[in-house]
């Protein structure tokens, strides 16, 4: 509710003001507020000589939103719509019905997305009770690509001398408790959209170089698409893709959170071959005890390759910028990462792939479900 109260009447600004003057920044189309399970991120594209406007307007946006009722209300009504679109999305679906199994009843496992039943509790004074909790200058990060940062520096620090700033509150910090677990729900979807997952590691941590060569390992691949870097030749592709006509998609995935992960493969098929593909998806996780030193030689150059590509995209680098230094502090280029990603051996990444193998699983179905395999059986392939 929070995120859909972005842009609205701020301190200093009307809604209609705000929503003009990022008119005539030519950045009304590319402002979004969107929130995560950790973090909550305000977003403007602009031209670098209107920083120095977009940038106080964005702190007072988050650090003091009027809440007006009606305008509360008028974002009430937009829960609907976006609760519609969430079940024809089925790659977001899988992903929601992934970490409620995954954390159950806890912290993670808790949607983003409001429910109807809970509308009823979100006024102007509890989400102003919530900014009061969590939003302070102390647990912001301030991002800025394609701007000098002396410049960007001091423009920010000029926004919030305007400002009396949230008081920092002590919050209870609550550690995320992997549970595993099943979770399975029809869809509109006319395929069948399945997820196994594994706990995998908190962001910032050293294994997550090794976690992130299994993952380049499995790979991935589309029916549809063969281009540069869809990994044709990875695992994933080559033991469940190109093994059946009924597969549509197939790749590994993994998110780092700040104490805990969550990596896994998900698939796409045709409804009635969900079992072949559950078990070729869980025999090539179970594969990943041997690895030889030409394939993860493939692996790293395929991994850096992507890092690099992403590097040279503004929006992928923001996020990236955004997400280091809000969980550890600190920023780290692909380049410096691209040189851990090279010292890591054979032995490093048969032993991430154990660990997460070793946690217990999740899963995940949504669609057309009628032939995934029980729990225990695909817990039972992977062993």
Not at 258 to 267: A, E, P
Request: charged share 20%; net charge neutral; proline share 4%.
């Amino acid at each position: 509710m929070s995120a859909l109260m972005g842009f609205r009447s701020t301190a200093h600004l009307s809604h209609l003001r705000t929503v003009k003057t990022l008119e005539q920044l030519g950045a009304h189309l590319s402002s979004s507020a969107t929130a995560g399970r950790e973090e909550i991120a305000y977003q403007v594209q602009l031209q670098r000589e209107y920083m120095p406007l977009a940038v106080p307007l964005m702190v007072g946006n988050v650090l003091f939103p009027r809440l007006l009722p009606w305008e509360v209300k008028a974002a009430q009504s937009d829960v609907p719509t976006s609760k519609q679109a969430l079940t024809k999305d089925a790659d977001t679906m899988v992903s929601e019905l992934l970490h409620k199994a995954a954390y159950c009843n806890n912290t993670l496992g808790l949607s983003p997305f409001a429910s109807e039943r809970s509308m009823g509790y979100f006024t102007p004074e509890t989400i102003r009770t919530y900014m009061l909790d969590h939003f302070a200058p102390e647990r912001m990060v301030f991002v800025g690509v394609n701007v000098d940062h002396a410049e960007l520096s001091k423009w920010v620090m000029r926004a919030f001398a305007d400002y009396n700033a949230i008081p920092l509150k002590k919050r209870e910090e609550k550690k995320a408790q992997y549970t595993g677990g099943d979770m399975r729900l029809e869809g509109a979807s006319p395929y069948c959209h399945l997820a196994l997952g594994f706990e995998s590691t908190a962001f910032g941590q050293t294994e997550l170089a090794p976690v992130a060569l299994v993952q380049a390992l499995l790979g991935g691949g589309s029916a549809i698409y063969s281009g540069i870097g869809s990994g044709v030749t990875s695992r994933l592709s080559t033991q469940v893709l190109r093994q059946s006509p009924y597969v549509e998609s197939c790749s590994a995935f993994n998110t780092s959170y700040s104490d805990s992960g969550l990596f896994g493969v998900y698939g796409v098929c045709q409804p009635e071959k969900a079992s072949e593909m559950a078990m070729a998806m869980a025999s090539a996780l179970k594969g990943l005890s041997s690895v030889s030193k030409e394939e993860l030689a493939k692996a790293k150059a395929m991994l850096k390759g992507k890092m690099f590509r992403q590097a040279d995209d503004d929006s992928e680098l923001m996020q990236d910028m955004g997400q280091q230094v809000l969980l550890t502090g600190k920023y780290g280029s692909a380049a410096e990462f691209g040189k851990i990603i090279d010292g890591v051996t054979e032995a490093d990444v048969t032993a991430a792939a154990k660990k997460i193998l070793g946690s217990k699983l999740s899963l995940a179905a949504y669609g057309d479900v009628h032939s995934v395999p029980h729990y225990a059986a695909i817990e039972a392939a992977l062993k």
